[in-house]
């Protein structure tokens, strides 16, 4: 408030319509003087933020307005200060009944298209005690909307719509969006993908627990788990690869859904990300968002410890997940903010396919029963597997199966492809970084997918395979992290990003 007037002056060439309250920001010299000098007709407010700081000298015991005044006197710029307001008095309802209290009513004015229109009503803001400027919630203030009651036989006037005769113009193209917005969609897909993908593996994991002491097989399977989750740093490193001793895994693997886990973080970082993008995302969506980020950690808080609650709580995580991952594809509009959230969902899926094929089979040479059985599972594609080749496992058939099966969702081919269509229709971006990041993926997905070609007679080599897997996994997080530099880069100002139209 303190700058407002010279603001409106300086940007629009006018003084303001309406005054505000007489303000002046102590970091002026002649400003702090005049405050100085009328200190106890003020009221003092941090500049920046509504803090803890004592804001009425005046009334202040001796020792408190000391101390207010060195700070003052220190950082005059923390300061602004406000002429005491005498405030309107309405009746206001008590635990003890009515009593008077100060009130303050913010009004609002809408663009008509030929001017600006008050709206009947507005917003009241009552203080926690006799005091018009502790409005704020921290300082016990109170919110209450205010309505304006119309006569009963008055008729409903509904503004008339400026400019009718002018239709809007039809917009078919990508909407533009800034940095910061599009960096809030990838990393949310990404979120939501590592809680489907961790939620999977902590399903098998328990699963695997839930019958007893695991057997050889189990034994296997489990050390695989374990591996991939310590790889996304969700288990502690003691428990990785040791599924039997002691019950170090069981109780990692259910401390690894515990309240201050890696796994719940996910949680409320996704809904902070959420949250920043709630005005893009439509009502189904939000739902089903909030759905699991709230349901979800409350499923795993009263599953605690127990096997079978927590194994049925990651069940409904999971249904949740796919809940959101469908509004996705069918209730967001094709536009930037979903473009990179779908992004950050294909590159986070791809990743993890990576992280499961090379950890399957362990230290063994080939691909045995236990590892394919894993690999499908895992990949969501036993299922897939079992309609096309019944009960007959062949490495050759499952491997080519989750890594190069362009009709399979959950495979790396058609992951690494959907994110490379994404990127072809995003704006040049200069000296080509993105196109050499989407160049090395293309390469080394091309290399892994060569050592498991389906119409192979010898079954993929696992070390080979492995070490292929490695490269594209490098491959894509440098990816990532060429899109954030490119992208989602908030300095020096955040950018615009759409998405590149063609000539027609």
């Known amino acids: 408030p303190a700058l407002l007037p010279r603001l409106c002056q300086k940007l629009l060439g006018e003084p303001l319509c309406l005054d505000s309250v007489p303000t002046w920001w102590c970091g002026e010299a002649s400003a702090r003087a005049f405050v100085l000098r009328h200190l106890d007709d003020m009221v003092l407010r941090p500049t920046f933020a509504v803090g803890e700081l004592p804001t009425i000298p005046a009334d202040l015991p001796s020792p408190g307005r000391q101390e207010l005044m060195e700070h003052l006197d220190r950082a005059p710029g923390d300061f602004v200060a406000q002429r005491r307001q005498a405030a309107s008095i309405s009746p206001f309802w ?34 926690g005690d ?25 008729g409903i006037v509904v503004p008339r719509r400026g400019h009718p005769q002018r239709a809007p113009r039809l917009r078919r193209s990508e909407d533009d969006l800034l940095s910061r917005v599009v960096d809030d969609f990838y990393w949310m897909g990404r979120y939501v993908e590592r809680i489907d993908v961790v939620a999977r593996l902590l399903r098998a994991g328990l699963g695997r627990l839930a019958g007893g002491g695991p057997g050889a097989r189990a034994s296997v399977e489990l050390s695989a788990i374990s591996s991939v989750l310590g790889r996304l740093q969700m288990l502690d490193p003691s428990a990785t690869g040791t599924p039997s001793a002691g019950g170090i895994l069981a109780k990692s693997l259910t401390g690894a859904a515990a309240t201050s886990s890696p796994f719940r973080f996910l949680f409320s970082a996704t809904e902070a990300l959420a949250g920043s993008v709630r005005d893009r995302l439509s009502t189904d969506m939000w739902a089903a968002l909030t759905g699991l980020l709230t349901d979800g950690p409350a499923l795993l808080d009263g599953a605690g410890s127990r096997l079978g609650r927590l194994m049925d709580a990651l069940d409904r995580i999971l249904r949740m997940t796919a809940a959101v991952a469908g509004n996705a594809a069918e209730a967001m509009t094709r536009g930037t903010g979903w473009r990179f959230h779908d992004i950050g969902r294909r590159i986070e899926r791809a990743i993890y396919v990576c992280r499961v094929v090379r950890a399957a089979p362990g230290d063994r040479q080939g691909y045995d029963d236990a590892a394919l059985r894993l690999t499908l599972e895992l990949c969501d594609s036993a299922i897939t597997y079992r309609t096309r080749y019944l009960a007959e496992l062949s490495a050759v058939a499952a491997i080519h199966l989750v890594l190069a099966d362009p009709s399979n969702p959950r495979s790396l081919a058609f992951n690494c492809a959907a994110v490379d269509a994404h990127l072809s229709v995003l704006p040049p971006t200069g000296p080509e970084p993105l196109a050499r990041a989407r160049s090395a993926l293309d390469l ?30 490098a491959s894509l997080m440098a990816l990532s992290e060429t899109l954030a530099g490119v992208y989602f880069a908030h300095i020096p100002a955040p950018q615009t990003v759409g998405i590149a139209r063609s000539a027609a």
């Open 94 to 127: 008590t635990a003890g009944g009515l009593e008077p209290r100060p009130v303050v009513v913010r009004v609002f004015l809408f663009d008509t298209g030929e001017g600006y229109r008050a709206i009947p009503g507005g917003l009241a803001r009552v203080p």
């Open 130 to 154: 006799a005091d018009p400027f502790k409005i704020s919630m921290q300082q016990g203030g109170t919110a209450k909307d205010v309505w304006v009651i119309a006569e009963e036989r008055a």
């Open 444 to 473: 080394a997905v091309r290399d892994a997918l060569a050592l498991v070609d389906a119409d192979g007679l010898a079954d993929p080599e696992p070390q080979a395979v492995g070490d292929a897997l490695g490269a594209v996994k």
